[in-house]
């Protein structure tokens, strides 16, 4: 069975500090792993994502993430928070037969100024 | 980069009446279509599986005779809530995966808010 966990619901965050958002994964395939931002009332924006290729992935808004095979993990990191990050963040896996993708239930995330 | 809409992005009904929502692939073809139903503060469940020609592939615990998908083109994906009530408000949000791109891509639509009175 594929699942996908999301550790912290909520995380809050300084202006200019780390972002750190977790997932891990469960998947009897080797997966492909996404991360999407949703902003208040719109659709999914893919960030990035990792399909097999290099496991540090580099996205948009300077978001990036690494594929830790031996930790079936896929954390979201930014250097450094703007207030513009604000938003709903969703982990996601895929590559599966019937192309369904399964999403963590997903991190708030908030910037303090 | 490719584009999936959705029409309409808001729509108010009364209980009882009937809604379509439309998923539309405007640059690529895709012969499969998802639905997803997102409550409030929540993550995005897998309604259905739309696919263009045969029976839509339906989640366990959804009512494929409430919830009516038909999958008329290869850019095309309609879901039809039937006899809507309040629970089935909700953010109702498509995607598809462009053909050849297996599923390592797939596009999201922008959401339609579904309110029931």
């Known amino acids: 069975a594929q699942s996908v966990t999301q550790l912290g619901s909520h995380v809050s965050v300084s202006e200019g500090a780390l972002v750190l958002l977790r997932c891990n994964y469960s998947?009897?395939?080797?997966?492909?792993l996404f991360w999407y931002v949703q902003y208040p009332n719109q659709g999914l924006q893919l960030l990035l994502k990792?399909?097999?290729?290099?496991?540090l992935v580099k996205g948009i808004n300077g978001f990036e993430a690494e594929f830790k095979k031996s930790e079936t993990s896929f954390h979201l990191t930014k250097p450094s928070a703007h207030m513009s990050d604000a938003a709903e963040y969703f982990c996601?896996?895929?590559?599966?037969?019937?192309?369904?993708?399964?999403f963590g239930t997903g991190t708030s995330l908030t910037v303090i100024p | 980069g490719a584009v999936v809409s959705q029409h309409p992005s808001r729509v108010i009904c009364k209980s009882g009446t009937s809604v379509k929502i439309e998923c539309r692939s405007l640059?690529?073809?895709?012969?499969?279509m998802f639905w997803y139903r997102q409550f409030p503060k929540k993550s995005l469940m897998l309604m259905a599986t739309?696919?263009?020609?045969?029976?839509?592939?339906?989640e366990q615990g959804v009512e494929k005779d409430k919830f009516l998908i038909n999958h008329a083109s290869l850019t095309l994906s309609t879901l039809t809530v039937t006899s809507a009530h309040p629970e089935d408000s909700s953010f109702y949000i498509c995607?598809?995966?462009?053909?050849?791109?297996?599923?390592?891509?797939?596009?999201f639509g922008p959401g339609t808010r579904l309110t029931v009175t």
């Open positions: 990792y399909t097999s290729a290099a496991t």
């Open positions: 996601a896996v895929g590559g599966f037969t019937g192309n369904q993708f399964y």
């Open positions: 998947s009897s395939v080797p997966p492909y």
């Open positions: 640059d690529f073809q895709a012969t499969t």
């Open positions: 739309s696919n263009e020609g045969s029976k839509a592939t339906y």
């Open positions: 995607s598809a995966p462009p053909l050849g791109q297996g599923s390592y891509e797939q596009y």
